[in-house]
């Protein structure tokens, strides 16, 4: 079935430093959400985009829906301890369908 | 207001052991769905219900199943556990389907099948 590949599986930062995951499908999506989970927690909803080469921010969160639907991304910046977690993205088709996510790991 | 709640937190079964988890949420929301979540890995849907007395097959339906007797409530059941699914099982619930569908999550249930 349809699918989003999402990446890298990892991502190695030191506190400071900025962060980007990418979300791509090899098909034109109708919306692209994105969860934040803690280590230990569950996923809890950021933000969804539903338009065209949509851009939304939230705090130094930047979210990015790409001009033909089939792409998004979510860019950190200057990461803090608190950003640590994966980020998922999902689309919605009839059910969600999720990405494998990207993990935030700060180096001491 | 809740949200939405697990039970139980944590629990330990032997190989063909049965047990029920329990979701609840108290938003109104008409679909419910449970999630299985291994080491590392994404969510994966195992099954859904889009209203009171309906189920459906997620992605990852084998050795499970479940009842949406009340709306609020939405079951799963393993029948006879086996060290696969050993998991951490999550619940979410939603207002719809569509475009503005925004899964809410519960804490999750982990299950150690020895």
């Known amino acids: 079935g349809q699918q989003v590949m999402q990446i890298p599986q990892y991502q190695h930062v030191q506190e400071g430093e900025d962060f980007t995951t990418y979300c791509n499908s090899s098909t034109t999506l109708s919306n692209i959400q994105w969860y934040k989970q803690r280590p230990g927690g569950h996923p809890v909803f950021l933000i969804q985009?539903?338009?065209s080469g949509e851009v939304k921010k939230q705090k130094r969160l930047t979210f990015q829906f790409g001009e033909a639907k089939k792409n998004s991304s979510l860019h950190i910046t200057a990461t803090q301890t608190t950003d640590v977690g994966t980020y998922f993205c999902?689309?919605?088709?009839?059910?969600?369908?999720w990405g494998a996510g990207t993990k935030l790991i700060i180096k001491p | 207001n809740a949200g939405v709640t697990q039970t139980p937190k944590f629990r330990v079964l032997k190989t063909g052991q049965s047990m029920t988890l329990l979701c609840a949420q108290d938003?109104?929301?008409?679909?419910m769905y449970w999630y299985r979540q291994d080491p590392g890995m994404g969510l994966r849907l195992i099954h859904y219900?889009?209203?009171?007395?309906?189920?459906a097959k997620g992605e990852v339906p084998d050795g499970y199943n479940v009842s949406r007797l009340k709306k609020q409530n939405f079951l799963l059941g393993l029948e006879s556990a086996a060290p696969s699914q050993t998991s951490v099982y999550f619940c979410?619930?939603?207002?719809?389907?569509?475009?503005?569908?925004?899964?809410?999550f519960g804490p999750g249930t982990r299950l150690l099948v020895l």
């Open positions: 985009l539903v338009k």
């Open positions: 938003m109104n929301h008409e679909y």
């Open positions: 219900s889009v209203g009171e007395g309906t189920t």
């Open positions: 979410a619930s939603s207002y719809s389907v569509g475009n503005q569908e925004t899964q809410y």
């Open positions: 999902a689309y919605s088709n009839y059910q969600l369908i």
